[in-house]
């Protein structure tokens, strides 16, 4: 496995991943989330990462660059759509599960680019197929606009796109399915570019303010937004761009930048302990892994709780109806029990993941040619 060579954006993504799955956990971490909830900043943050790594030069021939995104993002995630596809059917089939949607054209290669639920193990990966439409958008705009193309002026461009794709979902305009692609990726785009930015223009003068301001300001701008908005400063869904809570379209911006201001930095701080860190490094190299499949984990935990009280090895009040009609379903008579879901589902695909590469090195060890890798979506 190859080290990364930008330790704090290592940090940031391996941080951004846990954040994820906690998330989906119901946040027992909760890592300052009272001051920036993860619904406030952290898939914009994932694109936010995107764009600090794009680099134009990689756009010339513009048709290799497009397939070599299609090979990374969307083959991948249409195989493994497939595959949770057929495995809803079955468990459908054997009386295990109520849930999912039959497999057909419009589920595996149409739903997935609206609200990607017609499967429910993943759904979270609906981000691989917004930030697919992100970065084919942006490079196509990129690529026609070519030398008149203004990295500030474009910047301020997708932020009133942005915000005005805020104003309409908020309006009722991302119920409509051929706007609702549109409306996600006009909102994401901005981060990608800032991203852009960042790398561009702002990374020096973002070194050169004092590490104490940079955690302290997002922390009170965020706190008045809270006093201000009630505490409703998160949007819920970016996959259905619903559930933006405020009167005020620019808030998932400022948000935003707050959120991934402070956990840049914080990632900075870090990055001297665990910079070299090899677990760091491998999550962050594999976080396209843990998006896709941490949910399916988070069921086969409940699916062994359910086995155990079946064979009346365990006393608990697991709601076996729940269990069968979603792949949402917590067992948690205490909250505290939802860390055991953050733990399945963080490193149990880390952990399948890495047994898999160990395997193909010895495979690939016999075989003149070698197996593809299914590549991080950073």
Known sequence: MKQKSNKTFMILSALGILFVVDAHAWSPLGLMTNFFPYNSFFMPMFCFISGYFF????????????????????????VWNILYGLLSALLRLMGLISYGAPISFYTIFIEPFLDCAMFQFNLPAWFVLALFLVIFSYSLIRKVLGR???????????IIIGTACVHFSRQGYNT??????????????????IGRLYHTHLEKLYHQIPSSLLITVPILVNSVCIYVTNDQIYFNDIATMAGFLTDYDFLPLLTSITGICFWLKISEI??????????????????WTVMMHHI????LYNAVLAILVKASILQIPFDFAAFQNSAWYRFEPVAAFRVLYVFFGFFGPLAVKYGWEKVKVRFDSCRPHQIGRFPDIL
Not at 69 to 75: E, P, S, Y
Not at 148 to 158: D, K, P, S, T, V
Not at 270 to 279: D, E, K, S, V
Not at 296 to 299: A, K, P, S, T
């Open 55 to 78: 680099k134009p030069e990689k756009l010339k021939p513009f048709s290799k660059y497009i397939i070599h995104k299609v090979k990374a993002l969307l083959i991948p995630f249409f």
């Open 148 to 158: 008149y193309w203004n990295e500030i002026f474009m910047g301020l461009l997708f």
């Open 176 to 193: 409509d399915p051929r706007l609702l692609p549109l409306l996600k990726t006009g909102f994401l785009m901005q981060f990608y570019q």
């Open 270 to 287: 870090m990055a001297p302990i665990l910079g070299n860190n090899r677990f760091v490094n491998f999550v962050s190299s594999n976080t």
């Open 296 to 299: 399916l984990f988070f069921n």
